[in-house]
């Protein structure tokens, strides 16, 4: 288990961009997945991007193709979201969300540990 602290979220005009950190606890962070999800209001929480242990795999929503990129520094125990481009319906709160990397399933399901949230509002 990781505890998982999200920031970097703000405000933001549209095509604007921000960059998200997910900072995890635990010396096994190295060995987990890690993804991002964002719930707009009124909506379902959906899988925006996820990245593997190594870093060697990532995999994005259609919809944030293309404009965001995930990364990790595993001696940091951290991993990033790059938001370019930035539109209105990108506004929600993101969270992260780790698995270990012998749980199974695809990059987008899965989850256990969650952390608390971060606004994003872009403006149009």
């Known amino acids: 288990q990781v505890q998982l602290v999200e920031s970097g979220g703000g405000l933001v005009q549209t095509g604007g961009s921000l960059r998200l950190s997910c900072a995890a606890s635990?010396?096994?962070?190295?060995?987990?997945?890690v993804a991002w999800f964002r719930q707009a209001p009124g909506k379902e929480r959906e899988f925006v991007a996820a990245?593997?242990?190594?870093?060697?795999?990532?995999s994005y929503a259609d919809s944030v193709q293309g404009r965001f990129t995930i990364s990790r520094d595993n001696a940091k125990n951290t991993v990033y979201l790059q938001m370019n481009s930035l539109k209105p319906e990108d506004t929600a709160v993101y969270y992260c969300?780790?698995?270990?990397?012998?749980?199974?399933?695809?990059?987008?399901?899965?989850?256990?540990?969650w952390g608390q949230g971060t606004q994003v509002t872009v403006s149009s």
């Open positions: 969300a780790a698995k270990h990397r012998v749980v199974g399933g695809p990059l987008s399901d899965h989850y256990a540990d």
């Open positions: 635990g010396r096994t962070f190295s060995s987990y997945i």
């Open positions: 990245i593997t242990w190594d870093g060697l795999t990532t």
